[in-house]
């Protein structure tokens, strides 16, 4: 083999390590693949989306109106004013009542606080669509547009408060609740109706049973967001209750409402 050969040999031999360097910076070993689990954060916390959100005026800096969620006073519910209203994207029907999300403004230097800083809201309520203006001026919670109305106090923890709108990113997070879900029961002697609040998880609620001391498990069909009826007379009985969350785990709780359960009394069970 003449020296030219040889050199050329040496130059295609030296380019081929190169590019199997490469390729082994871009992609990494084979075994690094499969044991590197991409849809950690994904499950756990979700990906990050992009929406925009606005505050409304309350004396206190929260919101407390009773909500198309159902929950009433939001104080007492324990939400306060970490609660948001969502637009219809977000709200799907009210399914999503209960849910968590975290919120940071980006994207925006003079109206977003340094550093990004987050804060996790619960959905309670409804932003009802206003098609008589633009989606970029008051029609912030027009379809398609995925928006958060929040409290001052809670918008005021990751932009300035003169804001008038600003771009978030948020994603689903697991809801971190102290004690147990609430029963609240109201209805008459023929409709039995439970109001479900303090949801941790997941937050949202796919399924409720209840079961009488005399009865088996009644499925309950939702009324209105996190409200769910029967028509079963349960008067006398002590409650217990079976709740399926949207990941589908299921969490039963025994004897929740004593046998002289009344109308508009709230009933503290287990937490998930």
């Keep these: 083999m003449g020296c030219l050969q040889l050199i050329i040999l040496l130059i295609i031999m030296v380019d081929n390590f190169r590019a199997f360097v490469a390729e082994e910076a871009i992609w990494g070993p084979a075994t690094a693949t499969h044991s590197r689990d991409r849809n950690t954060s994904a499950v756990t916390e979700g990906e990050w989306k992009s929406a925009t959100a606005t505050y409304t005026k309350e004396m206190d800096g929260s919101i407390i109106n009773e909500g198309a969620c159902g929950y009433g006073d939001l104080h007492r519910a324990s939400y306060g004013k970490y609660s948001a209203s969502l637009s219809t994207m977000l709200f799907n029907r009210g399914i999503t009542c209960g849910a968590c999300f975290e919120l940071r403004c980006v994207d925006h230097i003079r109206w977003c606080l340094p550093g990004s800083p987050t804060v996790i809201l619960t959905a309670t309520d409804f932003c009802p669509p206003n098609y008589g203006l633009s989606a970029d001026y008051g029609g912030w919670c027009n379809f398609p547009q995925e928006h958060f109305e929040m409290s001052e106090a809670a918008f005021a923890e990751i932009a300035e408060r003169m804001a008038d709108i600003v771009p978030v990113q948020y994603r689903r997070v697991k809801c971190d609740r102290n004690g147990g879900l609430r029963f609240t029961i109201t209805g008459n002697s023929h409709f039995y109706q439970?109001?479900?609040?303090?949801?941790?998880s997941e937050g949202e609620l796919m399924?409720?049973?209840?079961?009488?001391?005399?009865?088996?498990?009644?499925?309950?069909?939702?009324?209105?967001?996190?409200?769910?009826q029967c028509n079963v007379n349960l008067k006398g009985q002590p409650l217990s209750?079976?709740?399926?969350?949207s990941d589908k785990i299921t969490l039963t709780a025994y004897n929740v409402a004593p046998a002289n359960w009344q109308f508009g009394q709230s009933y503290e069970g287990k937490q998930f």
């Design 194 to 200: 439970a109001l479900v609040t303090n949801v941790g």
């Design 207 to 228: 399924a409720v049973k209840v079961k009488g001391s005399k009865t088996g498990w009644i499925p309950m069909a939702r009324n209105w967001g996190q409200n769910w």
């Design 241 to 245: 209750f079976e709740v399926t969350t």
